[in-house]
């Protein structure tokens, strides 16, 4: 539904066409052109634009570097940039804490945290950019998860301003929420039938980010297993504390190339129980495509899949001991087999990987790469069925789709590759993200590991975990933000909620000035997210 601009303007409200047409897009698919920007500057400047937001009505949608994918940063109310205002840390290296602003990237706690020997596990592909508050925010995980979980097990307290402007401190071991009227008067809690409910109805998969996290709260009782993974619904998160881990003594792995998918996938249980710290896959066409872009020597042709596996250990001959184990248990079922003993050469062999999102973003513009059925995560017995279901969906209807991701947690990444010149993309993409909920729906995963549920997914949500978990959901929403202002339609869809409509590419596609359109468009293709977006606005060179 459109926003109206706001009537009123809080201090620091940014409504120059060109600025707004700057935070139109994020990482995802869309395009949503705000009322307006707010970039505060500090905690006090933030309260005071939440507060004015509630005595409004306006929406207001929080962003961090704009890295995420499932839409939750984009928004037709007020984006508010919280990726430049809110940078400083204070470590406590004997705990092995840090402190980090919401501005504060991953790259730049792990930079801080390195010269003192620890390291923050979960590492998300986008570490350079993203930001400690978005981080949370999504419950973001990456290729180690397998081993270290998301980011919900590093988090020890954040920092948050609710809906009502108000500043507090949300530590773990604390206990459900204080104060927080859920229309009664009452604090939000989950009863013993609702628990059961819970218990019941949420996925089996190692991991999951698709709504609320009620089966954590459920189990530890903590106001903060509600708050992570909310995706700015709840609050503003302005400073997380980081649980940190010594760095480990020795690492080692392997790239194992398979010609057939089955083979690739009965493979992975295997490898998972070998303990190892990552497990990722690629599949023939992400390999095709970053062999086309540029991808080291030595990577062979005709695979169908290559799992890439890193062991972490405490001494160079447990690490180097566990490669040879992983490679002789699965010498009768692969085609292709390279090792790494050291991290230097652990690096070379995983450059391959991290070419994978940068080759897919530098397709050519009438084959972009549209991430709509892109995070599903099914229990690991499953994962055969899920990439040969899915690849199947995409060639009923037509599309190509590269798979790639975190094979160890039953977690891949589908890029739908769409050829825009084709009559009838959209409808077949339409299907396609139809067919992949049927399909994660059968197999009891969700539809999202890591990313969120964001608008992308929010209508999703009542079908995998049935109606009353959603109304748990709402009563959750309400009784954090009863006035509906913080980040409205994610999580929570809209009533005219339509995952495929305001997309970023095609005829239909918002219009913006040119020239921020390219620039929007070279920061997906080179990874810039971490750009401040109002740079983007400078005048064109005449």
Known sequence: MPVSRPQSPAPGLLTDPRVRAAYAEGAGVYRVVPAAVAVPRGVEELQELVRWAGA???PLVPR????GMAGGNVGRGVVVDVS?????????WPRRRLWAGASVTWAAVAAAARPFGLRLPPDPSSGAFATSGGMAATNAAGPRSVRCGSVRSWIEAVEIIDAAGEARRVVRGAGSPQGLPDGRGKRFTLSPDQRRLVEARFPKSRKNSAGYALNHFADSGDELDLLIGSEGTLAFITAVEWRLEPIPTDVAGAALGFGDLDRL???????????????ELLDRTLLDIVRDAGAPPGLPEGLEGLLLIEFERETQAAARGVVGDAVRGLRASTAHVATAVDRASLEALWAVRRLASPALAGLPGNRRSLQVVEDGCVPLERLADYIAGIRAAAEGRGISVAIFGHAGDGHVHVNALPDLTV???RDALAALYGDAAELLVRLGGTPSGEHGAGRLRAGLLERFYGPEVAALFRALKHAYD?????????????ADWAPLADLKVGPEATPIPDDIARRLRELERTAGWGTPKL???RAPAT
């Open 265 to 279: 996938a009965e493979a992975v249980p295997y490898l998972v129980a070998l303990n190892p710290s990552a497990v």
């Open 64 to 67: 961090g570097a704009g890295s």
């Open 535 to 537: 740079e983007l606005t």
């Open 423 to 425: 009559a009838g993309w």
């Open 56 to 58: 409004t009505g306006t």
């Open 482 to 494: 009863p006035g509906g202002t913080l980040n409205p339609g994610v999580i929570i869809p809209s």
């Open 84 to 92: 430049q205002g809110f940078d400083w840390t204070a470590p406590d």
